[in-house]
């Protein structure tokens, strides 16, 4: 059974930047697609950067366009999110989520996964 755990989480200002990881047990990341997702108080859970297990088809979401990446360690099964000038409406819970790569052919990338990690929070402030 796969395993996800997220960390890096924690408390930024304005501005500032934070680097999430994401460490995978039990599958390789490199024969799934990966996604982060967030969920803001009171809000829906939302995809913000996917990438299919191919790596051609990329998935961002526009708030987070030109300020997250994503990148994968192969050698360690880890992926990171990147964030920079974050922003105080990008406080959320951040969760990482992987999807075999036949589930593509029932759903579109990014609006569910299979797997999650129990998700890290990033608090930013004004």
């Known amino acids: 059974e796969g395993r996800l755990v997220e960390s890096g989480g924690g408390m930024v200002q304005a501005g500032g930047s934070l680097r999430l990881s994401c460490a995978a047990s039990?599958?390789?990341?490199?024969?799934?697609?990966i996604g982060w997702f967030r969920q803001a108080p009171g809000k829906e859970r939302e995809g913000i950067l996917c990438?299919?297990?191919?790596?051609?088809?990329?998935y961002y979401a526009d708030s987070v366009k030109g300020r997250f990446t994503l990148s994968i360690d192969s050698a360690d099964n880890t992926v990171y999110l990147q964030m920079n000038n974050l922003k105080p409406e990008d406080t959320a819970v951040y969760y990482c989520?992987?999807?075999?790569?036949?589930?593509?052919?029932?759903?579109?990338?990014?609006?569910?996964?299979?797997?999650w990690g129990k998700g890290t929070l990033v608090t930013v402030s004004s």
């Open positions: 990438i299919s297990s191919s790596g051609d088809t990329t």
């Open positions: 989520a992987a999807d075999p790569p036949w589930r593509l052919l029932l759903r579109t990338l990014c609006d569910d996964m299979d797997y």
């Open positions: 039990g599958f390789a990341f490199d024969d799934f697609a």
